[in-house]
């Protein structure tokens, strides 16, 4: 996918990358955490009432120039056109949330990468409990420690991965994918669905989360959660609060629209 109006120096400008990039691996790694650690996922759209926009152009204006953020549609889509932009292979996946009590339909996207001859899981827009740098797909059944996070990918079915993450030391399943490539458009469903439908989470709660180097900042309903290094600290917010802290610590207005 990509937008007319995509820059990739505005783009890069957006998440505070300065490197020399490449279609190389490192690249990949490289932008992914500086979109992470610059652009929340975010819900705010959702939550004044709105159809989420999966119109290219405006995911970009969105993101990019009004320094919002976004849910995983716009995040892992914006970061798709700068992949596309600089040259990588990838396609779009769909993914199946795993931690709901009841099996729920594949409402997640991902993305999957070729580089260097290796193929990797990017995902800038699962929330709380996202990966914080591309995955190997052929690592298998290890664990493998992202700053003070751990994730594992498994088998779980002929062609289908498993994302678990550690929480409090148990694995928790986060969602499943197989390499099924999908096109931008096939996610118009699930989309409506996560912006209308009262079950979506997106509907019901507020929910922001923006990743830091040492751990990430949660806003969910009136709870602020900061993870430092593995130390939690919860804050419940006024309505004055929430809005203030939207701006202080994510970056974010909520009249932006």
Same mark, same amino acid.
């Given at each position: 996918?990509?937008?007319?109006?995509?820059?990739?120096?505005?783009?890069?400008?957006?998440?505070?990358?300065?490197?020399?990039?490449?279609?190389?691996?490192?690249?990949?790694?490289?932008?992914?955490?500086?979109?992470?650690?610059?652009?929340?996922?975010?819900?705010?759209?959702?939550?004044?009432?709105?159809? &989420?926009?999966?119109?290219?152009?405006?995911? &970009?204006?969105?993101?990019?120039?009004?320094?919002?953020?976004?849910?995983?549609?716009?995040?892992?889509?914006?970061?798709?056109?700068?992949?596309?932009?600089?040259?990588?292979?990838?396609?779009?996946?769909?993914?199946?949330?795993?931690?709901?009590?009841?099996?729920?339909?594949?409402?997640?996207?991902?993305?999957?990468?070729?580089?260097?001859?290796?193929?990797?899981?990017?995902?800038?827009?699962?929330?709380?409990?996202?990966?914080?740098?591309?995955?190997?797909?052929?690592?298998?059944?290890?664990?493998?420690?992202?700053?003070?996070?751990?994730?594992?990918?498994?088998?779980?079915?002929?062609?289908?991965?498993?994302?678990?993450?550690?929480?409090?030391?148990?694995?928790?399943?986060?969602?499943?994918?197989?390499?099924?490539?999908?096109?931008?458009?096939?996610?118009?469903?699930?989309?409506?669905?996560?912006?209308?439908?009262?079950?979506?989470?997106? &509907?019901?709660?507020?929910?922001? &989360?923006?990743?830091?180097?040492?751990?990430?900042?949660?806003?969910?309903?009136?709870?602020?959660?900061?993870?430092?290094?593995?130390?939690?600290?919860?804050?419940?917010?006024?309505?004055?609060?929430?809005?203030?802290?939207?701006?202080?610590?994510?970056?974010?207005?909520?009249?932006?629209?």
């Amino acid at each position: 996918m990509q937008a007319t109006n995509f820059n990739l120096q505005d783009y890069f400008k957006r998440i505070g990358y300065s490197g020399n990039p490449g279609n190389n691996t490192e690249t990949l790694k490289s932008i992914m955490r500086c979109q992470l650690f610059s652009v929340p996922f975010e819900n705010l759209d959702v939550q004044a009432g709105k159809v &989420v926009s999966m119109v290219p152009e405006e995911i &970009v204006e969105k993101l990019v120039y009004r320094q919002r953020g976004g849910y995983c549609y716009e995040v892992n889509g914006l970061f798709a056109m700068a992949l596309q932009a600089l040259g990588f292979e990838y396609q779009l996946v769909a993914a199946r949330p795993m931690f709901y009590p009841v099996r729920r339909p594949k409402t997640h996207m991902a993305i999957v990468v070729q580089s260097e001859q290796q193929a990797w899981l990017c995902d800038l827009g699962f929330g709380s409990y996202g990966i914080r740098a591309p995955m190997a797909l052929q690592l298998l059944d290890q664990e493998v420690t992202q700053d003070n996070d751990c994730f594992k990918l498994s088998a779980n079915g002929p062609g289908t991965f498993l994302l678990q993450a550690k929480v409090e030391q148990h694995w928790q399943q986060q969602f499943e994918f197989d390499l099924n490539p999908w096109e931008f458009l096939d996610f118009y469903p699930a989309n409506y669905m996560n912006s209308t439908h009262p079950d979506a989470i997106f &509907v019901q709660k507020l929910l922001v &989360v923006l990743h830091t180097p040492s751990g990430r900042h949660i806003l969910l309903g009136n709870t602020l959660k900061t993870i430092t290094n593995g130390v939690v600290e919860k804050r419940f917010l006024s309505a004055e609060q929430c809005t203030a802290t939207l701006k202080t610590v994510f970056g974010l207005t909520v009249d932006q629209g």
